[in-house]
């Protein structure tokens, strides 16, 4: 069984950065696809930034030029590097990796992390 273990949520002001981190217990190369996705209170799960086994990245519009997902291939570890934070990005911030295919995914998750923005 995959495990996901996020750290380094926390209470910031508008303006602030935060750094993000997700370990795996398997290798990160057995999967497709890891991330981050966010969900704030009364609203859907939503996509943040992804990250392919071949490196490639993808961003949410909200976060682009604010948001650098990366990785350590060495430590199973991800990262979302969180920079200009608003207000409106606070919400419980989520790992998720993927194995199988994008038609036919399994997906796995971790604990979450909150992340609060005040103004």
């Known amino acids: ?12 002001q508008a303006g602030e950065s935060l750094r993000l981190s997700c370990t795996s217990s398997g290798n990160i190369f057995s999967f497709w696809t890891m991330g981050w996705f966010r ?7 939503e996509l ?3 990250i392919t ?9 909200s976060v682009q030029g604010r948001f650098a997902i990366s990785r350590d ?3 199973n570890t991800i990262y979302v590097q969180m920079n200009s934070l608003k207000p ?13 295919t994008p038609a036919r995914r399994t ?13």
Not at 107 to 118: E, F
């Open 1 to 12: 069984q995959v495990q996901l273990v996020e750290s380094g949520g926390g209470l910031v």
């Open 39 to 45: 969900q704030a209170p009364g609203k859907q799960r």
């Open 48 to 50: 943040v930034a992804t």
């Open 53 to 61: 086994s071949g490196g490639s990245t993808g961003y949410a519009s």
């Open 73 to 75: 291939t060495a430590k």
């Open 88 to 100: 409106e990005d606070t919400a419980v911030y989520y790992c998720n990796a993927a194995r199988g």
């Open 107 to 119: 997906d796995y998750w971790g604990q979450g992390t909150q992340v609060t923005v005040s103004s």
